[in-house]
């Protein structure tokens, strides 16, 4: 559990990706924090089970299905939960995928569509809330990175290309909307246990290098990079905008 803010308290956020991994994590701190939460995700069973989890315990918190490379489709989700709830206040951009690709074999298509989830949808996630911070003067965005760039991570030259992007995008964002109140910042997590890595990329090779490269010799944990999205967004991090935060165990 992290840190409770009480000006978190009914201010609505909205979270991209937030029916599983990190995402799942995030909407479950926001949740306790007792916001008005509202999550977008392409995988409709995982995400109706979560929402109605977090409902049934009193939370408020409402899922729209969208596929977000869908620029037309995302633009329609965040209207929709604009008049359910209220303007957005904390956008949280999570949703991503870390499909491996060798450069060799990469194709046109497949390069746009790795940039479209990884990198496009969170520009154009925060074009349609701005407007809306703008009018209250005040917002918080957070754009999840990566720590695979820094590293030199290879087998997804794709995915390392959006992450690193993604710095450029919330420095450029942070400068523009500054002088309305809006503060954009970054999260860089490193090697993180969700369910999906542990299914798809976790080998005891892998579990090797984590040992070796980190400063911390253990698994870090969805909540870990949750509890770091909370601050971010709350008052108390007042005065931080325009940088990265990497939450990695002290592998960079």
């Known amino acids: 559990m992290s840190a409770l803010y009480s000006e978190l308290k009914e201010r609505i956020v909205l979270v991209t990706g937030g029916g599983s991994g990190i995402g799942e994590a995030i909407v479950r701190q926001f949740a306790a924090q007792q916001a008005r939460v509202a999550f977008i995700d392409v995988a409709e069973g995982p995400a109706l089970a979560l929402a109605q989890e977090l409902a049934g315990s009193g939370a408020s918190v409402h899922f729209e299905h969208c596929d977000l490379t869908d620029v037309a489709a995302l633009r329609r989700a ?12 904390v956008l949280v951009n999570n949703a991503a995928n870390d499909e491996r690709h060798a450069s060799d074999a990469l194709t046109e298509a497949l390069w ?8 496009k949808q969170q520009f154009f996630c925060a074009q349609a809330v ?3 911070m703008q009018a209250v003067g005040r917002g918080a965005i957070i754009n999840l990175g990566s720590i695979s ?3 030199g991570q290879g087998g997804m030259v794709a995915y390392t290309a959006a992450k690193s992007a993604i710095l450029g995008l919330t420095r450029s964002l942070a400068r523009d909307y ?5 503060r954009v910042n970054a999260v860089a997590p490193g090697w993180i246990m969700t369910p999906r890595q542990l299914e798809k990329w976790v080998t005891p090779e892998t579990e090797r290098e984590i040992t070796q490269r980190q400063c911390l010799k253990r698994k870090l944990q969805p909540a870990e990079v949750a509890n770091v999205v909370v601050f971010l967004a709350s008052d108390a991090a007042s005065a931080c905008t325009s940088q990265q935060y990497i939450i990695d165990g002290g592998w960079v």
Do not use: F, H
Request: glycine fraction near 16%; charge should be neutral.
């Open 149 to 151: 760039w820094m590293i």
């Open 130 to 132: 701005l407007p809306g």
């Open 78 to 89: 965040i209207a929709a939960i604009g008049v359910r709830l209220g303007p957005i206040e």
């Open 112 to 119: 746009d569509r790795l940039m479209a989830v990884n990198l």
């Open 178 to 182: 500054g002088p309305y109140g809006i």
